[in-house]
């Protein structure tokens, strides 16, 4: 009975041993997962650098510029659930979640108002320094030794109005040679706009985030530009005159005044007038480069509301469309149609400009090193948009090719149209040979081949051009 009950009491014991450390293990692991719920949530920024805005859309300023591979603590997110708030060096900011990687529980980030969209919110730190100045003649130009503009960051299309569904102009390539001059900057439709001046296109508006300001550093100015080789992070310098603490970044790539020199420290100057020191290498000088907003040889002239923008410089302006040859080589003919001259032949790959359409929709017209021609889109890849390309129903000067004969399989030429009047010889395909001649009916066609001139069976090869052009044999 003793047993039985010191029995029982053990039993009793290990059941609330058991509870005790069941309890206990419940208990980390419910302690485990508050603390994995309120871990603040980050954003890690997955392309090569990144803005971060002054509020939830392009339409917004631009704070600073972040590294690939920055972690960003998540503040709030906007109501779309496309732009996330999240700390950062200089306070808080907003980003696009589709250029990061989430990690972490986002299920108690709290939604969080849009900022209301100020003249400073949109330029933000981009605020230009240049000053402006009117003419008597009705010229608008600017004035100063530190002067900037813009340069293209990503090609893309030009437009004529701050409003994607505008007519396009034509797609702004990269071009490291220009620098644009900033007219005027508004927010619209989600994108903040840059209305640019561009030679021989005139006036146009532009993606302002795909741009970046650039000091023009006009021939006789007394500052040079560097160009920084990587991710730089000014600060006081030697002298502790300037203005930025070392705790903001700028990417490689980026331009600004260079101030001052000591002891293998640069003083430089930003777009929006903050300046800091970095060291000598990690820049290099930028060659100065002959801009027409430096030499005047672009104008632009305001008179009664219109503005009339002159330039003696050309600048190559990609079409908005473009095609790519998907095939090994490709014929480009002088009018849309296989019976149209060939003035080109081009390579696989090779990437054209789609400058018109034919009313048939099947070919295109398109600009390359060779001038203008045309290609059948059946082997090509369309790139673009073409909305603004026009349909061309003025062929111009476009010559017809001699009609010709694609050989695929073995053929034998015979010395006439007639299978009983002797032979020339046997031809292989794949082959193109020259159709000189042709009977009434045209069932028999005269070629010009390597072995000699002989005749073939027309329903034995497929023929391409017109065969009206080719003179009639026999009666």
Sequence with gaps: MRLSKRFSGLIVLIALLSMAISNSVWAVEVEQEQQSRYVTPVLIVNVSFMNVRSGPGTEYGVLLTVPGGTELPVLGVARDLVWYQVSTVVGAGWVNVENTIPRGNFSRVPYVSAPALTIENVIGTTTTTTTTTTTNNGTTMSMGDRDWGIGILASHFTRTAADPNSISLGEIPINFDNIFPLLDAVGNAGFLWLKIDVPNLGVVWVEGQKTYFRPFACPGSSFSVAVFTNTVYPGPGPDGSGSLDGSISFVA???????????????????????????????????????????????????????????????????????????????????????????????????????????????YQVRGNFGVGWVNSEFTIFRGNGRGIPIVTDFGNASLARPSATITNAVT????????????????????VFIVARTPSSDWIQVETAIGFGWVQSALVRISGDLSLVPVVGG
């Design 253 to 363: 790539g980026l331009e600004a005044y260079i101030l001052d020199a000591r002891n293998g420290f640069f003083k430089v100057e930003f777009q929006d007038g903050a300046t800091g020191w970095i060291r000598q290498e990690e820049f290099v000088v930028r060659p100065q480069l002959n801009s027409p907003y430096c030499d005047n040889r672009v104008v632009a002239t305001t008179q009664n509301g219109t503005t009339t923008t002159t330039s003696t410089t050309q600048t190559v302006v990609r079409s908005a469309a473009r095609v790519i040859i998907n095939t090994g080589n490709l014929n480009v003919r002088s009018g849309p149609g296989s019976e149209y001259a060939s003035v080109a032949v081009v390579a696989g790959g090779t990437e054209l400009d789609v400058i018109g359409f034919a009313p048939d929709s099947i070919w």
């Design 413 to 432: 030429l015979y010395a006439a149209p007639n299978p009983t009047l002797g032979t020339v010889g046997a031809l292989s395909g794949p082959l193109d």
